[in-house]
C-alpha cells in the first residue's frame, strides 16, 4: 500500500523560497506521475506541478519559471522547489501519486502561508 508523507510548508515572506517533500513509501517505482497541488481557502484544488516516471514535467502557468519538481528515485521523494513566492501562493499543498493501475493516493498536504 503506497502512502505519502509531505513536509516542508511553512511561512515565509514575499521573494523567499521553501522546499516541499513528498515522501513515497511502497513501490516508489510503480508510480505513473507524481503531482503537487494546492488549495487556498474559498478555491478548488489545483494541479500544481506534475513530473512522470521518465522525468517529463508539467507546470501551472503562473507557476512556470518560479517552481521546478524534480524527483529522487533513491530516496523515493518528490520535491517542489519554490522561488520568489508570492501571497497567492499561499495553500495546502497536497502530493498526489498515481500508480500503473490509475489508482490515485494523496497525502495530507501541508501548508504553505506567504506574508506580504
Known amino acids: 500500500q503506497v502512502q505519502l508523507a509531505e513536509s516542508g510548508g511553512g511561512l515565509v515572506q514575499a521573494g523567499g523560497s521553501l522546499r516541499l517533500s513528498c515522501a513515497v513509501s511502497g513501490n516508489f517505482f510503480n508510480m505513473n506521475v507524481v503531482m503537487w497541488y494546492r488549495q487556498a481557502p474559498e478555491k478548488q484544488r489545483e494541479l500544481v506541478a506534475a513530473?512522470?516516471?521518465?522525468?517529463?514535467?508539467h507546470y501551472l502557468d503562473s507557476v512556470k519559471d518560479r517552481f521546478t519538481i524534480s524527483r529522487d528515485n533513491s530516496k523515493s521523494t518528490v520535491y517542489l522547489r519554490m522561488n520568489n513566492l508570492r501571497p497567492e501562493d499561499t495553500a495546502v499543498y497536497y502530493c498526489?501519486?498515481?500508480?500503473?493501475?490509475?489508482?490515485?493516493?494523496w497525502g495530507t498536504g501541508t501548508l504553505v502561508t506567504v506574508s506580504s
Open positions: 513530473i512522470s516516471r521518465g522525468g517529463e514535467t
Open positions: 498526489n501519486a498515481r500508480g500503473s493501475n490509475g489508482m490515485d493516493t
